[in-house]
């Protein structure tokens, strides 16, 4: 029987910049992943290129209605979303929002209550104005804490009777490792300083207390949530060497969750930032805004990583962009990624142990190459039974959390429908239930057709969990 609560939120995760298209559409202004034709790994370009597949995506701005009633059909209670900050400030320096950008949420919104889908808006995922990046150096400088807190007061003002559950930032963790993903921070990672990567990563923080605080006052029943991209660091061997090298690392990420979740820099703060010298700005109002604490926290998850103090003597794994070592203990995806469902089984516990707060699993999924078999007929068949087993395998584990005890309010499976990858720029790496005829040379219908795992996902929302296989 399943252990899922009758009101849980089942449903799946996009972000604004990999599947909307329309970069340049109704006075929506470019914003930096409009410059990363190869995505995070490759190089960025001078602006927008022939071969930058975000830039048309797989046209949602045009097809919202066709795929939000698709989502629906498999039954979603939820749609995790984020809006793209360029549609509502192309710049991110206008006095006066983008009436067009704002009309355009409005309909997806509506959209969503008319099939009865709750929205879960992310108001940052990785995508600030090009122009702010350019002229400011994005989350580098602190006046980019007013910007973000215009536009996020603007679409919460907006948005206020049809979206209660927000998420500030996506992946926060992220801007310290990659500052361009995750900061908007064009100077090469290896060009700033540590001080630099925590300065910016502080702004962020403190951008996410004020825009808490200011939440509030619009509406108070307004939820709002932190996320963190996650990964359980496994210690290669029992050396205490390796086990203290995992702690450590782990507490990077936890880091960003501690901050949102207490109000206050962690106990171990004094130690990172000395080993990473590290000296940042923190004024007292800095210290205010961060004890706007969050009323829930979302993750990511799509692998653990396996670490050893020296690695030298191992095989190492991959990862969209943090990678550990070869763990022989699980298997691996296309993209020689990690896939260990326990894992997310020990990261809801770790949360929650610490926290005691909701916790909501906002991604989670694997990319692989799907082969459609044409029918005779002209429609396509995916059997994506490598799908069904990631996803079954995985939301497993968040029913065996939940019934260590742990509070998991919800789940959104990652790219639900085909997108294009962040890190890779590549839509050959679907994670979709619903397969995208759009090709990696950008070609193709668009045409979207129910994937196996589409069945499969129906048919678990509609059981609530109880036709998993067990
Ligand atoms: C998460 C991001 O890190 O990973 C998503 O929030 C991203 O934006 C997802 O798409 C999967 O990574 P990728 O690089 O395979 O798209």
Redesign the pocket.
Known sequence: MSQFPEDFLWGGAT?AN?LEGAYNIDGKGLSVQDIMPK??LGPISDGPTEDNLKLKGIDFYHKYEEDIKLFAEMGFKVYRMSIAWTRIFPTGEETEPNEAGLAFYDKVFDTCKQYGIMPLVTLS??EPPLNLAKKYGSWLDRRMIDFFAKYAETVMNRYKDKVSHWITF??IN?TVFSPLLGGGILTPKEELTMSQRYQAAHHQLVASGLVTKMARNINSNFKIGCMV?SQPRYAMTCNPDDILYAMEQQQETTFFVHVHATGEYPYYTKRLFNEENVEIEITEEDREYLSHTVDYITF?Y?NSRTMAKDPSPYQTAAG??YRGLKNPYVQYSD?NYPIDPQGLRYMLNFYYERYQLPLFVA?N?M?SYDDPIENEDGSLTINDEYRINFFNNHILQIEKAIEDGVDVFGYTA??CID??????A?IE?R?GMIYVDRQPDGSGTLKRTRKKSFYWYKELIESNGDSLER
């Not at 997108?419 to 890779?424: C, I, K, P, R, T």
């Open positions: 972000a990999q995505g995070v995922h990785y996506n992946e992220v991209a990511s799509y969209n962009i993209w991604e999924g990319g990652w790219g997108l294009v990858s962040a890190a890779s590549q790496k994670y």
